[in-house]
């Protein structure tokens, strides 16, 4: 299996929010969080990927760039690399998609949350799967899988 295919990444980010959902209804809400932030990430690759009609994320730009390594998982990085994102994100008039990618990308940190021993807090991780299934829903509708 190669991870970097672009179905692959799209079927990881769709299990990762049935994850994410499932940890929160448990009281486990930094893993919530953490798989949430996961799912977002898969998905922004795979639309990065259908926007440069590209297979596999190893063939677009960004990777060929150099982009690897820990900046690989970083939502920020990912974004700016989908500039018809960015412009839809930041004319959002009702601010919904705005306020879910500053709420997303500011909470998560990968390592800090993969290696945190911390509990969490049930009204964070709500508000954050919330802005991640709002987010998710808008990645995946553009790219024709809704």
């Known amino acids: ?16 929010i049935e994850d994410a959902l499932a940890l929160h209804n448990h009281k486990r809400w930094t ?15 795979s639309l990065i990927c259908y926007e440069e009609s590209k297979n596999n994320f ?20 990912l974004l700016d690399s989908l500039p018809i994102l960015q412009r839809t994100i930041k004319l959002d008039r009702t601010g919904i998609y705005k306020q879910a990618w500053n ?15 911390k509990l969490g807090d049930e009204e964070n991780s709500k508000k954050f799967i919330e802005a991640v299934q709002t987010l998710h829903r808008f990645l995946l509708y553009k790219q024709g899988e809704v």
């Not at 893993?31 to 990430?41: D, R």
């Not at 190893?58 to 990085?77: E, M, P, V, W």
């Not at 909470?107 to 021993?117: A, M, Q």
């Open 1 to 16: 299996m190669d991870t970097y295919d672009r179905r692959c990444q799209l079927g990881a980010s769709r299990r990762r």
């Open 31 to 45: 893993g919530a969080i953490y798989l949430g932030g996961y799912a977002i990430e898969c998905s922004l690759k």
């Open 58 to 77: 190893k063939d677009t730009r960004i990777f060929q760039k150099g982009l690897q390594a820990a900046s690989l998982h970083n939502l920020t990085n």
């Open 103 to 117: 709420l997303v990308s500011s909470v998560w940190r990968n390592d800090e949350l993969r290696y945190s021993d």
